[in-house]
Structures are given as C-alpha cells and as structure tokens.
C-alpha cells in the first residue's frame, strides 16, 4: 500500500529541546515536503527536497532544518524549537511528472507538535 | 508570484443543500489543479484534479470541479451534500515542476 508515515502523530515538547519528526514514503517518490497547518493560515511549505542531497527552503523555513541522505526518507528538524512552531506538521511526497501527469501529492497523517 | 485565493472559510449548509467552493489562482501558464480533503482528525487526500482534456471533472461522492481559464477559477461543486461531507476542502495550484500552492482552505460543516 502507498504510503506517507511520519512519526510521531503526537507530540508536546519545551522550548529550545531538539526534536525530530521523520518521515518515510514507499512509492519511490522523489520529490518530498514538509508543511505546516494553522488554522486560517491553510498549508505552508516549510521545506521540500527534489532528491537525494537536493533540498531547497519554502514559504516558511526560519527555525527548521532537513536532510535528504536516502530517497524514501524526510526528517525534519526543530533544533530550538518555540512556541510559534506549535502546529500541525504534514510530510508529502509526490513522484517525478511533466506538467500533464498531474503530480498528485500524497499525505502522511499528520504530527501534532505542541512546543510549551 | 503564485497564488490561490479561496474566497469563503467557514460554509454551513444542511443536508441535501448544494455547495460550490471557490477557487481562483493566480497564474497566466498552464496549471494542473487540485481539490483535496481533509476529513476531521485524518490527513488530507486527494478529491479531484484537472490537468487537461475535458475541464469538468468528476471526483468522488458526487462532487465535480469546473476549470474556466478565462476566470482562473476551479470552483468545486456538489448538488446535494451529506453530513459525511464535514470537512476543510482545500484548492491547489501546480504550475510544472514541484512547487504546489494551496489555499488557506474552506471549512464545511452539514447539518444533519
């Protein structure tokens, strides 16, 4: 089965401890992002990599950080984290494509991160 | 600079009232489109998408979407909505290459 798996779904941390949220896709994809999503706010990009070493900043990058070693992996870094960065965190993949192939987004679950 | 304007955020309707969800972007090449959904406490998955022949596109559960160039608009539809239909619908804007552009999202809620 296809799939977008991000861990943890859940978690609450304190300011400035260091976390990682990973996230691993199964369709050989070799595009991959990270969003956030706050309410009225819709999806920002924090990050994306188009492959393996290729990563490139978002829409909302400042106090994140990736890594890009292997094509299924996608791990996320909050090396400070604040409570700004309270927020819902969605990894997605989508594959290779030219325009007309549609390159349809596929979602992992979602991480809920709670900075205190 | 794109972008993807979704001109209502909160929609409420009952049962068997009908939905259109607005959509415009900000793009003057070619674009694929999308409409996801997000059902409560689930990630969000794809509904439909357009990216080229005919510009009516049906989706799952009765819902269909509408591309009208000239209007840069993908409006999203349904005739007669269900309260399973509760969710935050988001548009999105795929201009080539990788980068995906969505909107801030329209939550609905049906009544039962």
């Known amino acids: 089965e296809a799939q977008v798996t991000q861990n943890p779904r859940y978690l609450i941390t304190v300011t400035g401890k260091k976390l990682t949220v990973t996230c691993s896709q199964n369709?050989?994809?070799?595009?991959m992002s990270w969003y956030r999503q706050d309410p009225g706010l819709g999806l920002r990009q924090i990050y994306y990599?188009?492959?393996?070493?290729?990563?490139d900043k978002g829409d909302v990058p400042e106090g994140y950080k990736v890594s890009r070693k292997e094509k299924r992996n996608f791990p996320l870094i909050l090396e400070s984290p604040s409570p700004n960065q309270t927020s819902l965190y969605f990894c997605a993949s989508s594959s290779t494509g030219s325009l007309y192939s549609g390159n349809t987004i596929y979602f992992g679950e979602g991480s809920w991160l709670t900075v205190v | 600079a794109q972008s993807v304007s979704q001109h209502n955020h909160h929609v409420i309707l009952s049962e068997a009232a009908s939905l259109e969800l607005g959509c415009n972007y900000s793009y003057g090449g070619t674009v694929n489109l999308f409409w996801y959904v997000q059902y409560p406490g689930q990630h969000l998955q794809l509904l439909l998408k357009?990216?080229?022949?005919?510009?009516l596109v049906k989706g799952n559960k009765g819902f269909e979407a509408e591309f009208i160039k000239s209007k840069f608009s993908f409006n999203l539809r349904k005739p007669s909505v269900q309260w399973s239909d509760t969710a935050e619908y988001f548009c999105a804007v795929n201009a080539g290459g990788f980068k995906t552009i969505f909107g801030a999202g329209t939550r609905l809620f049906v009544k039962a």
């Open positions: 369709m050989n994809h070799e595009y």
């Open positions: 990599s188009m492959n393996v070493e290729v990563t």
């Open positions: 357009y990216f080229s022949g005919d510009p």
